[in-house]
């Protein structure tokens, strides 16, 4: 089934690591993106990508950081200089920009412990 | 640039009442719009999408909304409510011309519907 997939679900971070969450699908989609939620604020962009080895700023990129070696994959990580982390990560794709509709991923929620 | 009001951040209605979830947007040019539902811990599921066809779009589990060009307005309804409803909504605009270097995504804050028994 086509889809996208985050993995993992829960991630527990110790203050001052870094941690990568897994974003891949299998849509062929060009534009891939990162979303945080935190309850009560709805979602917030923190990068996307609209091609392979391209990628732009959203609206709360510090302290994060991303890439985008394949179509497929747009990791991204939570670095040590993020001052709050803890939140649902929300990945999701569409084939352009443009009138496409999202596709979503389940999430990954990460607690800084 | 885009815009998108949820007018109501909580609704609460009892089960096997008409929901209605407010959306108000601005656009500079001819959108498409969303709606999406979330589940607790959920990813956001596409409930139904106007892309300039038919003005009343027809969804899942039996929502629909109507585009309102003059009104400026994309609610959503439900003629009878279920339990298993209650969840976040978020309303979403996209924009035709939006390939400039924007994302072209604007979310709503969201609306919590909540079901009586």
């Known amino acids: 089934d086509g889809g996208i997939t985050q993995s993992p679900k829960y991630l527990f971070r110790k203050e001052g690591q870094n941690v990568t969450l897994s974003c891949e699908q299998n849509l062929n989609h060009d534009a891939m993106y990162w979303y945080r939620q935190d309850p009560g604020q709805g979602l917030r962009l923190i990068y996307y990508s609209q091609i392979v080895n391209d990628f732009q700023k959203g609206d709360i990129a510090e302290g994060y950081s991303v890439s985008r070696e394949k179509k497929e994959s747009f990791p991204l990580t939570v670095t040590s200089a993020q001052k709050n982390p803890t939140a649902f990560y929300l990945c999701?794709?569409?084939?352009?920009?443009?009138?496409?509709?999202?596709?979503f991923g389940q999430g990954t929620r990460l607690t800084v412990v | 640039a885009q815009s998108v009001t949820q007018l109501d951040s909580h609704v609460s209605v009892s089960e096997g009442t008409p929901v209605l979830l407010r959306c108000n947007y601005s656009?500079?040019?001819?959108?498409?719009l969303f709606w999406y539902v979330q589940h607790p811990n959920k990813g956001l599921q596409l409930l139904l999408k106007?892309?300039?066809?038919?003005?009343l779009v027809k969804g899942i589990n039996g929502f629909e909304a109507e585009f309102k060009k003059s009104e400026t307005s994309f609610h959503l309804t439900k003629p009878s409510a279920h339990m298993s409803d209650a969840a976040e909504y978020f309303c979403v605009v996209s924009d035709r011309d939006s390939g400039g270097g924007a994302d072209g995504l604007t979310f709503g804050k969201g609306t919590h519907l909540i079901i009586q028994p």
């Open positions: 106007y892309t300039s066809a038919a003005t």
């Open positions: 656009s500079s040019y001819s959108p498409s």
């Open positions: 999701a794709s569409r084939p352009g920009l443009g009138l496409w509709e999202a596709f």
